[in-house]
């Protein structure tokens, strides 16, 4: 350790996976002015000011978050703090999916995004208000709450963070609206040729008068020729009627070819996630493109902003429930339970998100010259429990929790207060 050696820091000894290096071992990781420096074995530690050694852990491109809700205060009890579920749970980035919409987009880059250490980006609400308390009520998402104009044009104006465009096909808006709303948001996705990603799964209860002739589990096969290539279907496995496996336990016929035709698979765990459903879709072939946490206020226990009431009249209506400590590195501990590998799911987190948003040339690798953000994981061997909010249970041979992260070459540990802990079978 000298003072005039030529690298900040270097992170020794750890198993480096960076998929779009083609790395996958034991490798030292160099970091110089915030940038990867250099990434090989045997690095001198006497060429850097600080060592941190990282054998027995997981060193990976900086993890990025496909589906957070960082909304804070704005979306009500919804949103929660960036930093949380971020650079405090070894996350670099993360994607806020439809808080802010063409109305909120200001406050979300001035008050969200710019005071965030993590990095944050977003997917643009279709509907005028956002997501509101997670789209508690559902009458502010008709077409009539809908502005293809305006939200185009506020897309247009704030490239720089928003990233796609978010939208919902499911069986509460359908039986409202039927078809409609998804048009509208698939349009706004062409109009400024970004991806559209679709939350699929029940989210609003039905109105007093029923479903309406609709049928959750047509709902797939009319949404995905609305959809193009890039588009995003998320929270396949959800416990919902809608997602991907059909009442019949039947994996839909038509994902296979919707997948072929590149639309693209974000699994959104959160609490819609159900192992017995994943087995099936995991079964008949699908391998999701990202991962996606979606933590928010609703799923993950934290204390409700200041001042926010408590209940809503609608909240019976609402379908999610559960409050639990999570974080997105519990959810790929989770797919390693299901049987996928970590070097499937490394890219989930890494180059495949990144390849979402674009930014492949700016983040979710390691290649020398590349800001340096940076994951490092522990990965424990023995048995753990996970569970899902069907109470199905599952014991994971391997468990992986955040250590610390590097944000453009600075530490932060990953002590945040929603971290699950390891429960031993
Ligand atoms: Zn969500």
Redesign the pocket.
């Known amino acids: 350790m000298t003072s005039n050696a030529p690298y900040d820091l270097l992170l020794r000894g750890g198993h480096v996976i960076c998929p779009a290096s083609k790395i996958n071992g034991v490798m030292d990781v160099a970091i110089k002015d915030g940038r990867i420096a250099a990434v090989q074995s045997d690095i001198l530690p006497a060429s850097a000011k600080e060592v941190i050694d990282v054998r027995g852990k997981l060193v990976l491109p900086g993890m990025i978050d496909t589906?957070a809700?960082v909304y804070r205060y704005v979306s009500g009890r919804f949103g929660l703090e960036a930093d949380m579920v971020g650079v405090h749970s070894g996350v670099t980035t993360v994607i806020d999916?439809?808080g802010p919409s063409c109305m909120t987009i200001p406050g979300f880059q001035h008050f969200v995004a710019d005071k965030a250490k993590t990095r944050v980006y977003a997917f643009m609400s279709s509907y005028l208000v956002g997501?509101l308390e997670?789209h508690l009520y559902p009458n502010l998402y008709s077409p009539e709450c809908i502005n293809i104009d305006a939200t185009v044009r506020a897309t247009n104006a704030n490239r720089n963070i928003v990233r796609g465009i978010k939208g919902h096909a499911e069986i509460g808006g359908f039986a409202r609206w039927g078809i409609k709303v998804l048009q509208m948001s698939a349009e706004i996705g062409r109009q400024t040729d970004l991806p559209l990603y679709v939350?699929f799964g029940q989210l609003w209860g039905l109105p007093k008068s029923g479903a309406n002739g609709e049928d959750a589990d047509t709902i797939l096969e009319r949404v995905i020729p609305e959809l193009r290539p890039g588009d995003i279907l998320?929270h396949p496995f959800t416990r919902h009627p809608g997602g991907f496996v059909n009442r019949e336990g039947q994996v839909h016929e038509v994902i296979r070819a919707a997948l072929d035709r590149g639309l693209k698979v974000d699994v959104?765990h959160?609490s819609h996630f159900s192992y017995r459903l994943a087995r099936k879709a995991l079964d008949a072939g699908i391998v999701p493109d990202t991962l996606?946490a979606?933590m928010?206020g609703y799923n993950t226990y934290v204390p409700p902003p200041p001042g926010m009431p408590l209940e809503h009249d609608d909240d019976e209506a609402h379908p999610f429930i559960g409050q639990a400590k999570f974080s997105l590195t519990q959810a790929m501990s989770s797919m390693l339970a299901l049987g996928l590998s970590i070097e499937q799911i490394v890219p989930m987190v890494t180059t495949n998100a990144a390849a979402m948003i674009r930014v492949s040339d700016e983040i979710g690798s390691l290649k020398p010259g590349i800001v340096a953000d940076v994951s490092v994981l522990s990965d424990q061997r023995g048995r753990f429990i996970l569970r899902d909010n069907e109470k199905n249970q599952v014991v994971a041979e391997r468990l992986l929790q955040p250590a610390f992260c590097l944000r453009e070459g600075v530490r932060y540990d990953a002590n945040a207060a929603i971290l699950p802990q390891a429960e031993a079978a």
């Open positions: 589906h809700h999916q439809g997501g997670g939350h998320a959104g959160g996606g979606d928010h």
